[in-house]
Structure formats: C-alpha cells, structure tokens
C-alpha cells in the first residue's frame, strides 16, 4: 500500500486545455503542474513499487466547497501512472472518493492511497 499527500492549487481536467492565438489547443501550465506535482509526492512515496495487477485507490480531497471532484478524478488517476507506480490507469478496478470542504482560497489538499487488489 503506497500513500502520498499533496497539497497546492488542484486543476482539473475542465481547464486542461487552452487555445494560443493561432488556434493550438495545449494542455495548461496549471494543470501540468499539478499533474506532475502530485506525480512526484507519489513517486516520492512509492520507494520503487510497481504494481502489475488491478489497483485499488482511495482518494481524500479537501478543497473549496464548491469545487466538483468529478473533473480532479481524470489528473489524479493520470498523476498514479506518471508516477510509474502503474503502467496505465485502466488497471484502477475500484476507486473511492470523499471531498471534505475548506475554506475558499486555502490551498487545496489532496491524499491518494494506492493498493493490489485480488481480482
């Protein structure tokens, strides 16, 4: 079981993509930090670990009240894989999920825990 805490500005995946004045549409400078940064801490936790079957995960958000945790799921799941803790987030089989509210403009917090399920 791997556990990491991360805790910053979460972006998730609704404002992902921008557009540049000659219509390219990129990924945002927000949402690739905190991919990466939330990558690290869990590659940070994760002391060499890989695992090959299905995965459990478990995710603790406290953000803003009013924030949704549906678009925070996508970057989250894509920060395990970058992580190189899975190969691929298709390998996910049972996710969980609580938000807990924090007041607006406080940093959000966010705590992932990783587990081989036998499936």
Known sequence: MITAKWTGRATGSNRRLETNRYGHIYSSKAYKGF??????????????????????????????AARDIDSLTKPVLDAIQLSGLIRNDNMVVKLYQRKRAKARGAEDEIEVTVREVAE
């Open 35 to 64: 991919k990466k940064g939330l990558a690290w801490a869990i590659a940070s936790a994760r002391h060499h670990a890989i695992y090959l079957g299905h995965v459990r995960v478990d995710i603790d958000y406290l953000i803003a």
